[in-house]
């Protein structure tokens, strides 16, 4: 029997949905993230706690972890919720890209340490994925040796979320019978983090790696398929986010010009208004239904590497879309950086290039069709 998909969230899901909006509604205000973007941390504390005491953080993990024992669905659905109100939360680095697999992979003891206090919002996670020259976290360059004193990283990562605030970086490496995934201090001897700044405002980091101890998540010869499940998860969870951004982007835009006139009459009246708004609805939907379509696959184990590309690209293509027609359509007003509107236009061109373009993800796809011929 084929598995059917149903874009219908169940009663405990509309119940995180409306926890989750409400939770950000209170902490993550224009107002309040105005504030935090200021700060150099650039991090929701309040939200984030708030988030973690409703047991959000958990609610896609196993109850035996700490979790609510739910599947990635839950977790998609405050990934969404987040990029409804561009909230500075490090949900998608912290929980997809930390937590869930060491959860699944990690022993008993990683599991207390690291992915109970990350669900109670204690411990702060994150991943480091890309590398400078190679856009193939699963085959890194970065290695990994074995010594009397355990494993020793050498190597480099870039644009690295919350490096500053976490507690330990999960790091793919070679090893010399594969692949592994370390866990690493951040702030051990051997770690160098160097900011950069992303478009939306959001600090990545370089990490430069030289003999830093890492602890093996699972077995250091099959990292590479983790890597693998783990990139899938965290663009998934992009594209997650991007619906959010771009759903709240529409909402204003359609306020805006709703209630604007010119020349006598709302904006919205205007014929080429309208087919813009319309454009950028049919876009929101098919960025929302295509990243739904790819965690929900993911949800249950079904394949996913052509759901995942595809949703990449619409998170892409059509978010940058939505942006730039919510900004003109609200005319000068849209320029504004003190505008809310300003804050969904850098966070939507920030997620188009977060592990890859839409033309990157054109020519995966393509690549892949070509082969399966």
Not at 229 to 242: D, T, Y
Not at 253 to 262: I, S, Y
Request: hydrophobic content about 45%; proline content about 5%; aromatic content about 6%.
């Amino acid at each position: 029997m084929t598995a059917s998909l149903d874009f219908s969230l169940s009663e405990d899901q509309l119940a995180l949905r409306e926890v989750a909006d409400r939770i950000l509604d209170d902490f993550a205000s224009p107002e309040q993230v105005s504030a935090i973007e200021r700060d150099p941390d650039w991090f929701a504390r309040d939200a984030w706690g708030a988030l973690a005491t409703a047991g959000l953080l958990g609610a896609g993990l196993p109850d035996a972890v700490g979790g609510g024992g739910g599947s990635f669905l839950d977790t998609a659905v405050v990934l969404e919720a987040v990029g409804r109100h561009v909230a500075p939360v490090p949900v998608l680095a912290s929980i997809v890209g930390g937590a869930m697999p060491i959860a699944r992979y990690g022993d008993d003891s990683q599991r207390a340490a690291w992915v109970e206090p990350a669900l109670t919002g204690d411990v702060i996670l994150t991943v480091a994925l890309q590398e400078p020259g190679n856009d193939d976290p699963a085959h890194p360059t970065t290695t990994a040796d074995l010594g009397i004193g355990g494993w020793q990283i050498d190597g480099e990562k870039h644009c690295v979320p919350t490096a500053h605030l976490a507690q330990r970086l999960l790091v793919p490496a070679r090893t010399g019978v594969g692949v592994g995934i370390f866990l690493v201090d951040p702030e051990a001897e051997g770690v160098t983090l160097t900011r950069t700044t992303a478009t939306s405002g959001e600090p990545l980091f370089h990490v430069a790696l030289s003999g830093a101890r890492g602890d093996a998540v699972g077995d250091p010869a099959a990292g590479g398929a983790i890597a693998t499940e783990v990139v899938a998860h965290m663009i998934a969870g992009l594209c997650l986010i991007q619906a959010g951004v771009s759903e709240r982007a529409l909402q204003l835009t359609a306020e805006h010009v709703r209630t604007r006139e010119q020349f006598g009459q709302p904006l919205a009246a205007f014929q080429a208004v309208s087919r813009r708004a319309a454009d950028a609805f049919i876009d929101t939907e098919a960025i929302r239904l295509t990243a739904w379509q790819a965690a929900w696959r993911l949800s249950v184990d079904l394949p996913a590497e052509d759901e995942v590309t595809i949703a990449k690209f619409w998170a892409a293509d059509g978010g940058q879309r939505v942006a730039h027609a919510a900004q003109h359509l609200h005319g000068g007003v849209g320029a504004d950086v003190d505008f809310p509107l300003r804050r969904y236009f850098t966070w939507a061109k920030a997620n188009e290039l977060m592990l890859g373009s839409a033309t990157r993800q054109l020519l995966r796809l393509g690549g892949r069709l070509a082969d399966a011929d």
